[in-house]
């Protein structure tokens, strides 16, 4: 089946720090990848996406880009801001027998970014 | 703007009581999706439904159930057979056709009294 692996948490980082958060996963077919973030009690909001392989996602200083040797969709941010402090979640969608495209989570990954 | 509403944004359940969330979109999406979030993990999937009048359980739908009655809306309803229902649950919405993100509600948490 699909999964998806994300880097324990939580990250902290000072402000202006450069910004890694690991993601792997493991699917059948031409899975799409997705990054979504998550602020205190709110749902979440796609950050960036890629469909296809060598695929860069860009959004707010954010990137990720889909490594198929590698199975891989690292997010990057080269300076954080206090502001980025959530959850992030990377995420796949990939159709299953059943023509399913719901999303299948990692578990997520806490940032905490210090002034 | 279009997006997607919940409702409540908090709520309480008794021992042996059926509760209904709300879930309704604005967007024209064909598809929308319940998922349920425990603190620290991801989320999972319950039950999802790409066009009206259709719906198909996820992973964790026992002790749920849904209608599609209508395209905007996709309420969920967590029976007295759901055994631990704490949790916060979101609701999302995509196009039905190829690699569409999705887009999600604000969530519900629910816990029981």
């Known amino acids: 089946g699909n999964s998806v692996t994300q880097m324990e948490g939580p990250v902290t980082l000072s402000e202006e720090a450069f910004l890694t958060i690991n993601c792997t996963y493991t699917?059948?077919?031409?899975?799409?990848l997705f990054w979504y973030v998550q602020y205190p009690g709110e749902g979440l909001q796609l950050l960036l996406k890629?469909?296809?392989?060598?695929d860069k996602g860009s959004n707010k200083g954010f990137e990720a880009t889909y490594r198929k040797e590698t199975t891989s969709f690292h997010l990057e941010k080269g300076s954080v801001q206090v502001s980025d402090s959530a959850v992030y979640f990377c995420?796949?969608?990939?159709?299953?027998?059943?023509?399913?495209?719901?999303?299948?989570f990692g578990s997520g990954t806490r940032l905490q970014v210090q002034p | 703007d279009g997006g997607i509403t919940q409702s409540p944004k908090y709520l309480f359940r008794k021992e042996g009581q059926n509760v209904t969330l709300s879930c309704e979109q604005n967007?024209?999406?064909?598809?929308m999706y319940w998922y349920r979030q425990d603190p620290g993990q991801g989320l999972r999937l319950i039950y999802y439904?790409?066009?009206?009048?259709?719906?198909q359980k996820g992973d964790i739908a026992e002790g749920y159930s849904v209608s599609r009655e209508k395209k905007e809306s996709f309420p969920l309803t967590v029976t007295s057979a759901q055994k631990n229902p704490t949790a916060f649950y979101l609701c999302?919405?995509?196009?039905?056709?190829?690699?569409?993100?999705?887009?999600f509600g604000d969530g519900t948490r629910l816990s029981i009294l």
């Open positions: 967007l024209n999406h064909d598809a």
């Open positions: 995420a796949l969608s990939a159709s299953m027998d059943t023509g399913r495209r719901a999303l299948t």
């Open positions: 699917a059948t077919g031409y899975p799409s």
């Open positions: 890629a469909t296809k392989a060598d």
């Open positions: 999302a919405s995509s196009m039905r056709s190829g690699n569409q993100p999705q887009h």
């Open positions: 439904s790409q066009i009206v009048n259709d719906f």
